[in-house]
């Protein structure tokens, strides 16, 4: 069993910053792509569905981002430590969500397993 735990959200005004982290641990073999993802607050849904992609990062560094954070938004990782992090600068009212990390694992049991981690409220206040 593989679980995510995210840390590093707040409420921050328009145009600050905040670093979210988000930490894997339990029966991992190894962690290949591993992402944030946002929803705004007070949708409800199933887990996975209509979350917006907001950047992602393969164990070799490869990076991706929506177009909307694209320049303020950085994601890195520490694979040693089974990590990403995702710095977002500029922050606007409208990033205003909950985040969500999520990450392609292959457990020791040779199963590879799909996990999201619990989310993290951020607050851009205008």
């Known amino acids: 069993q593989?679980?995510?735990?995210?840390s590093g959200g707040g409420m921050v005004q328009s145009g600050g910053?905040?670093?979210l982290s988000c930490a894997?641990?339990?029966y991992i073999f190894s962690i290949n792509a591993m992402g944030w993802y946002r929803?705004?607050?007070?949708y409800r849904q199933a887990p996975g569905k209509q979350r917006e992609l907001v950047a992602?990062?393969?164990?070799?560094?490869?990076?991706?981002?929506t177009d909307?954070?694209?320049?303020?938004?950085t994601i890195s990782r520490d694979n040693a430590k089974n990590t990403v992090y995702l710095q977002m600068n500029s922050l606007k009212p409208e990033d205003t969500a909950v985040y969500y990390c999520h990450?392609?694992?292959y457990t020791i049991a040779r199963a590879y397993v799909g996990v999201w981690g619990q989310g993290t409220l951020v607050t851009v206040s205008s």
């Open 2 to 6: 593989v679980q995510l735990v995210e």
């Open 17 to 19: 910053s905040l670093k």
């Open 24 to 26: 894997a641990s339990g």
């Open 39 to 42: 929803q705004a607050p007070g």
């Open 56 to 65: 992602t990062i393969t164990s070799v560094g490869t990076t991706n981002y």
């Open 68 to 73: 909307s954070v694209k320049g303020r938004f």
């Open 103 to 105: 990450a392609d694992a």
